[in-house]
């Protein structure tokens, strides 16, 4: 599964009204719930207007400067750019100057968090903010609740936050070596490829070697 940011734009936010600075790294990730109800896997155009609600329900009755949160992750594994890395986050009380907040869409005390949900949370924390330099490498991930008299992020959520401390295993990589010549890293499948390739004209006494490397 390739993750990927789905930014303000695409998911059509309205302007924010007022923001504040972060400084980086943050050392400190908050897992919230929606908790609007449940919500399981829907198309794009679905997560987009649950994302424009959450953020009209911030700015309209709560009138905040925003959504919340800095990031929204739907059951798909969809993760959209609410106030993002930059600005300071508006949902866990106290914390928020030194924090970035996910939002995971659905309500965790009546369903599970899904796979592609959890993993494209393990990728925006360990992939995205630390290789960007936005979150510390030792940063803790805590939900609402270690923080705050909520219920926030829900009980199955605040379950998974074990597994949201573990960086997303990397893909195994390989080279393919044929006597003097050798392949960069590619993924088992291009690997095995290549030794079907190289396999057609192999010669006599030679040999092809698929090497797993680090
Ligand atoms: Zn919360």
Sequence with gaps: MAYSLISRKEWG???YRCATLLSHPVPNVFIHHAASGVYGVHPFEDDAAQVRAIQNYHMGSRGWCDAAYSFAIAPSGRVFVLRGWDRQ???TR???HKSVAVCFLGDYNQQSPTT???NAC???IHDKGKG???VANDAKVLGHRDVG???CPGNNLYDALP???KPLAKPKQFVVVKGERKTKRLSLKKALAKVREWAKKLRKGKVIRLRRVR
Aim: proline share 4%; charged share 20%; glycine share 12%.
């Design 132 to 134: 960007l330099g936005k």
């Design 149 to 151: 008299s909520t219920a």
């Design 13 to 15: 936010a309205r302007d």
């Design 163 to 165: 597994l949201l401390r």
């Design 116 to 118: 592609a949900a959890l």
């Design 122 to 124: 393990r990728w925006l």
């Design 89 to 91: 986050p508006g949902a």
């Design 94 to 96: 106290g914390w928020n």
